[in-house]
């Protein structure tokens, strides 16, 4: 594995990709002009050659899409978008193989809302009722 200090090549990333994410990588690529790619732990920085911010490739997720319009017309169809709270306001989308996901494409990873122990209502997914 190259250290946090040393370029990457395309080539590179695509080997670090799980293969089923790596159509979706690609397109992201030919649709965004990158100057540089560097490793940054658990992710691959990919300078934008135009100056906007980084985008963040993981093996599931590419953060750092200016808006949502950017990330669909780069991403394509069929993949779920989301507003990013890290780096907001940028965007970020899942691809078809990441760890929210159970492998399924409508299958998402979702917060429940539990029972309060003591009026029984609702609690919000703090967990603190609103109402006791």
């Known amino acids: 594995m190259k250290d946090s200090d040393e370029p990457m090549t395309v080539q590179d ?3 670090r990709t799980p293969v089923a994410n ?3 990588v690609s397109r992201i ?3 965004i ?20 911010p980084p985008l963040r490739i993981a093996s599931g997720w590419v953060n750092g899409f200016t808006n ?3 990330a669909v ?6 993949l779920e978008y989301w507003a990013s709270h890290e780096r907001a306001p940028l965007w970020g ?3 078809p193989e990441n760890s929210a996901r159970d492998g399924s494409s409508t299958s998402r990873r ?3 809302q539990q029972q309060c122990p003591n009026c029984g209502g609702l609690m919000p997914l703090t967990n603190v009722c609103d109402f006791c």
């Open 13 to 15: 990333l695509l080997r």
């Open 22 to 24: 790596r159509p979706t």
């Open 29 to 31: 690529l030919e649709g």
């Open 33 to 52: 002009p990158i100057a540089a790619f560097t490793l940054a732990g658990s992710y691959v920085r990919a300078d934008r050659a135009d100056g906007k």
């Open 68 to 70: 949502r319009d950017e």
């Open 73 to 78: 017309v780069v991403g394509g169809p069929g």
């Open 93 to 95: 989308v899942w691809m």
């Open 110 to 112: 979702r917060l429940e």
